[in-house]
């Protein structure tokens, strides 16, 4: 047989040292304490805070009094904690650089004593982008939670099998109480009966067709015993891993309504007058500078021996 050219019986020794340096964060073996020698840390200590190994080494005190002052107080706390407990340590916390930028940092370690006393063995790993991410993150949520608490109009989220997960406190200020009530069905408990089916209807269709939009407008029972009427925009969003149900916009429109059936009724009732009156009565539009037939009632209608239709829309 060809030989490899190795000694298949000779041990090979890994450079743990040159396996240690490689690491994509800084290696480190630290007494524990706010004076605390470390006792080793890998060179990536300054790409992570622009100090050099040499520096970081020489200064006992330098990590703690690189340690954001917001950060300080409780990292060293825990750290005392830890020491006397030994194990497994995470912390999450600010260190600044050299420049005096922050950073911010994970320190995992392994807390063992010995002979020696305590020691820590941990690696420092930046994780300042993805703070910054969660940062970002944590502001758009609470900006979008202010739009929704802070909304006028009523918001309501309905899972798919009709109970209330979430309702806004615009809801109790419209309808007296939140949306649902509680209980699973609850949504439809308060809707008035002849509403009922065909807010079913819409719902069983926004359950069954992710995406959808619906405009609907349906009378519900206030708090207090009397019906409002309410102009709902509701979306299927029960795809949706956040969300998980079908989000409910409302508002109450029963004052609108109320005018628009006032404004029926005085309109029909001029109507009828108008229609009734005696006296061939006409009416008439100007445009520009002629007069415009635009309607008469029935005794204009009588009076004419029913020509006033034909008449309609002629100029005089």
């Not at 000779?10 to 690491?23: A, C, N, S, T, Y």
């Not at 006792?39 to 020489?58: H, K, M, N, T």
């Not at 790993?125 to 202010?146: G, L, V």
């Amino acid at each position: 047989m060809l030989s490899s050219g190795r000694d298949e019986n000779k041990i090979v020794k890994p450079d743990f040292h040159l396996l240690v340096e490689r690491l994509w964060g800084v290696a480190y073996v630290a007494e524990p304490g706010e004076r605390g020698h470390w006792l080793y840390v890998s060179p990536r200590i300054d790409q992570l805070l622009g100090f050099s190994q040499e520096e970081w080494l020489a200064d006992p005190e330098l990590w703690s009094r690189q340690l954001h002052p917001d950060d300080k107080q409780w990292v060293l706390e825990d750290e005392q904690e830890s020491s006397a407990t030994g194990g497994t340590n995470k912390l999450e916390y600010r260190l600044l650089r050299k420049t005096g930028e922050e950073v911010w940092v994970s320190d995992e370690a392994l807390v063992l004593t010995g002979e020696e006393g305590t020691l820590w063995y941990g690696v420092l790993s930046d994780i300042t982008d993805r703070k910054s991410a969660e940062e970002q993150r944590a502001k758009s949520e609470e900006r979008y939670r202010s739009l929704v608490q802070n909304a006028p109009d009523g918001i309501t989220v309905i899972d798919s099998e009709g109970a209330v997960i979430y309702s806004s406190p615009a809801n109790e200020r419209i309808l007296g109480r939140t949306a649902g009530g509680g209980g699973v069905g609850s949504i439809f408990a308060n809707i008035h009966p002849d509403d009922i089916e065909k807010a079913r209807a819409a719902f069983t269709t926004l359950v069954e067709k992710p995406g959808l939009i619906l405009p609907v407008v349906l009378r519900i029972r206030h708090a207090d015993g009397e019906w409002r009427w309410l102009e709902i925009n509701a979306s299927s969003m029960v795809d949706s891993p956040a969300i998980g149900g079908v989000v409910v916009n409302f508002r109450d429109v029963t004052e609108r309504k109320r005018l628009e059936t006032e404004l029926r009724d005085t309109k029909a009732r001029f109507e009828a007058q108008y229609r009734g009156i005696p006296i061939p009565t006409y009416t008439w539009r100007l445009t520009d500078e002629d007069f415009v037939l635009v309607d008469s009632n029935i005794a204009a209608y009588e009076i004419t021996n029913g020509a006033i239709p034909q008449l309609i829309g002629i100029k005089a």
